[in-house]
């Protein structure tokens, strides 16, 4: 059962908080899915949540959630805790992809199913499913079109990317991706600066504050999440390199993730590209393959979502497959 885009709604994303301990929804079945975040600090894990939660009401599963606040062992205390209350799956967004393997084990130890929704484990012999974006491919693509628009404008660049949380797969494949492309450009392209974030709004705007001093002439710039637009903007402003596309001082400037900023930036000409992951797409394969295990069907251990990157050339024609789109036009009619 796929949940559309017109069924989603941002009412929950909007009201969602960052609660600590289980919290339970509407039932209507005599199932339960423990769906256990790390965080709800950027939009695309309110989102994913939300739309998760109305899957699973749809389909007549009772559900208990937890929020971690990036506290691996919190959040295998709170797996812990659900596997002692019998839960029927664990759908689960784990912080580090090594700490979470204890968990696994536990839930295989149970019997209990377990998903990893857009963030996958290391390496381990104990069994779970992992739903994906493609990172590296989704990152080339969009840095790809940057590097096109370098070319046509001409020039030399110095580029700077913002890089996630190393103990994150996604951070790791993103910043692959990132210099797969560059690698291949060096004749106009040059890394100037690789600004470590651990997926902190504060940290990414101190280091990207620090780069712009050491660099002022930065004009190629990529950030592995768009939850990070806010203080990239800020900074940019600050700098007064905050322009739209054909200014003299614009600066090339792509994102990764595909949140509703991201569209108002490209719609509105200051952002070139953005690596789109399809969230609708996570969420329902999360749902079906925790549904499938729970009932004892095989289910492969990687779902892949290609994901796709936007841009100015295609933004008419994808914009409707974006789910930052879908919020965007809801917030604005």
């Not at 017109?6 to 994303?13: D, S, V």
């Not at 450009?185 to 504050?209: Q, S």
Request: proline letters at 3%.
């Amino acid at each position: 059962m796929r949940l559309t885009r017109r069924q989603f709604t941002i009412g929950t994303l909007i009201a969602a908080g960052t609660a600590g301990m289980p919290l339970y929804v509407k039932a209507q079945g005599k199932k339960t899915i423990a769906v256990l975040f790390d965080g709800l600090y950027s939009p695309f894990w309110v989102a994913g949540l939300d739309v998760i939660k109305q899957d699973l009401t749809k389909r007549g599963y009772e559900m208990v959630q937890a929020i971690s606040d990036k506290d691996d062992n919190r959040q295998f205390e709170q797996v812990r805790a659900m596997l002692a209350r019998k839960v029927d799956g664990i759908i689960i967004v784990q912080t580090d992809s090594n700490a979470v393997i204890p968990a696994i084990k536990a839930a295989n130890e149970a019997k209990v199913p377990m998903v990893h929704f857009n963030r996958p484990p290391a390496k381990t012999e104990a069994f779970s499913v992992a739903v994906v974006a493609d990172n590296r491919k989704i990152t080339n693509a969009t840095v790809e079109h940057m590097v096109e628009v370098a070319r046509k404008q001409g020039g030399k660049f110095k580029a700077a990317i913002l890089i996630g949380n190393l103990g994150d797969p996604n951070a790791i494949g993103r910043r692959d991706g990132f210099f797969d492309v560059v690698d291949k450009n060096k004749d106009i392209i040059d890394v100037v600066a690789r600004i470590p974030t651990e997926w902190n709004a504060d940290v990414a705007f101190a280091g990207l504050t620090n780069a712009f001093q050491a660099n002022p002439d930065i004009n190629f710039l990529f950030t592995s999440s768009d939850f990070l637009f806010p203080q990239i903007v800020q900074a940019m402003k600050v700098r007064n390199k905050f322009h739209t596309i054909g200014h003299k001082d614009h600066v090339i400037f792509g994102g990764f993730d595909g949140d509703a900023m991201a569209y108002e930036l490209l719609k509105d000409k200051y952002l070139d590209a953005d690596g789109v992951q399809d969230l609708f797409k996570e969420a329902e394969l999360a749902v079906n393959a925790i549904v499938d295990l729970q009932e004892g069907k095989t289910v492969d251990r990687v779902l892949l979502d290609p994901g796709f990157a936007i841009h100015q050339a295609n933004l008419e024609q994808v914009r409707d497959r974006m789910w930052g789109y879908t919020i965007y036009k809801q917030k604005n009619g």
